[in-house]
């Protein structure tokens, strides 16, 4: 019998419609024929080819002594939005009933990793840990300027995650709006937090952690986890244990438990799944709301393993084709040892 569960944090319905038949190798992606080389000529992201590249805003000395460089951030050469050197104080146009702004902003490129055939699912824990210390570097340098309302962290991976180049990256973009789906979820967990008198997502967290079946990993700091009302098979959230509304707001040695709880997470879908297409992103509150007690950021991971077709477009349900518990379970019982070793 499909079920109808409900998220929550963000209110989302979503049918799970779990057929018995499925197998997980039905999520499986095919392997390439070819293996992915270390190095493409044409790749703007490969070493040697730097000056193909915008100026970089923060470089990384590499881990290993064989790279150049560790991480890079440069500027988007094809960015959505253009950063601003003015604070600008009031930025809405209209033009009758309609309402227009300059499109300010800041686009980012996060360069990962020097090798082109990396993904976070086979780098190691300590290379992962270079890339969030680099999102927490930007985090706070862009946090000063006046125009930015809020930061959204993400990586597109593979086709079907949205990414036009194979090269390990993500992104970041700056924007003077908190669009509608934020205000949806700070104001669902403002209000949770006036009639309860608590975190919504802390109190999802003590309710995972005593539940156990959609835990996937915890650490000291933090717990991954299947949604109860998960959007599409192997999704999967990390939430700090400590409660703060924005990533920025972490202790910086967090960020190596984060990197390990990344490592697990992206290593065992990449096994579990055959690497998976996927997106990450990580939702932080706004800048003016950092510090409030009832929003909680976190790591959101979604494979990209079905597609969005007609009905979720229409209706705004998503169709998870198996049971969180049952994702859960299969990520939980992958080793991501042999990926260390080979
Ligand atoms: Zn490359
Ligand atoms: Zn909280």
Known sequence: MPELRQNLATKEWVIIASERSKKPYDFKKEAPSEPTPSFVQNCPFCIGNEDKTEKDLLVYPALDSRWPWGVRIIPNKFPALLPSPDCKIEPRRREGPYLSMDGIGHHEVIIEHPDHSQTPGTMTMEEIELVLKAYYERYHSLEKDCNNHLITIFQNHGVRGGAS????????ITTGIVPLHIRHLLFEAERYYDDQGKCIFCDMLRYEKSAGVRIVYENRDMVAFVPYAASVAYEVWILPRVHQAAFGKIEPQILHSLADVLRQILGRMYILLGDPDYNYVIRTAPYPFSDVPFYHWYFEVQPRISQRAGFEIGSGININMELPEESARRLREISVNPLLTG
Request: no cysteine; net charge positive.
């Open 165 to 172: 180049l194979r090269h390990p990256h993500s992104q970041l």
